[in-house]
T-cell receptor
């Protein structure tokens, strides 16, 4: 069974640009979560999508947005990039909205903002 | 979700049991204890979770105290590949906010 996949592996942008990160969940999983892991700040929850809708959002500015497609894959968009957006962005998926279903994480996309 | 407290780092000799403690003194009756680990630069990996009974799976055992204010993750025979940051998380199970709140975790180093 294929795991959660993310693309690209690495992404280099300059300040002010937009970044788009993609995530494909495990087959049969309808929930997708996005987390940011910046150096020294640990893993922080960004967004949760299920069945195409945004279900919950972490404490991040509106320039962090995303969507979930009918095939349950997801996209994270970061507009007006700032230097502090440099981080490892992790996507996780789980089977439906029931919270006890464990979350399976992808390998992440490392975003570097210059 | 309740706050957890973990030691920042621990060492363990290869082949010995690794016992990772976690304090969650403000845990509520409907909050579960979850453990994840993150091997350097990889995505976190689920290990185990429990409510009040001790749990065991192929990776580890979870011992939760009777008052549920603390727990211990046990890796029975640590290997070098178990070197990672281990996160203890407590969360309410429901259909609300499903996101995981990761703290700073314990960096476990398995020594040959």
């Amino acid at each position: 069974e294929a795991g959660v996949t993310q693309s690209p592996t690495h992404l280099i942008k300059t300040r002010g640009q937009q970044a788009t990160l993609r995530c494909s969940p495990i087959s049969g999983h309808t929930s997708v979560y996005w987390y940011q892991q910046a150096l020294g700040l640990g893993l922080q929850f960004l967004l949760w999508y299920d069945e195409g809708e945004e279900r919950n959002r972490g404490n991040f500015p509106p320039r962090f947005s995303g969507r979930q497609f009918p095939n349950y894959s997801s996209e994270l968009n970061v507009n007006a990039l700032e230097l502090e957006d440099s981080a490892l962005y992790l996507c996780a998926s789980s089977q439906g909205r029931v919270a006890y279903n464990e979350q399976f994480f992808g390998p992440g996309t490392r975003l570097t903002v210059l | 979700d309740a706050k957890t407290t973990q030691p920042p780092s621990m060492d363990c000799a290869e082949g010995r049991a690794a016992n990772l403690p976690c304090n969650h003194s403000t845990i509520s009756g409907n909050e579960y204890v979850y453990w994840y680990r993150q091997i350097h630069s990889q995505g976190p990996q689920y290990i185990i979770h429990g409510l009040k009974n001790n749990e065991t799976n192929e990776m580890a055992s979870l011992i939760i105290t009777e008052d549920r204010k603390s727990s211990t993750l046990i890796l029975p025979h640590a290997t070098l590949r178990d070197t990672a940051v281990y996160y203890c998380i407590v969360r309410v199970l429901g259909t609300g906010a499903n996101n995981l709140f990761f703290g700073t975790g314990t960096r476990l180093t398995v020594i040959p």
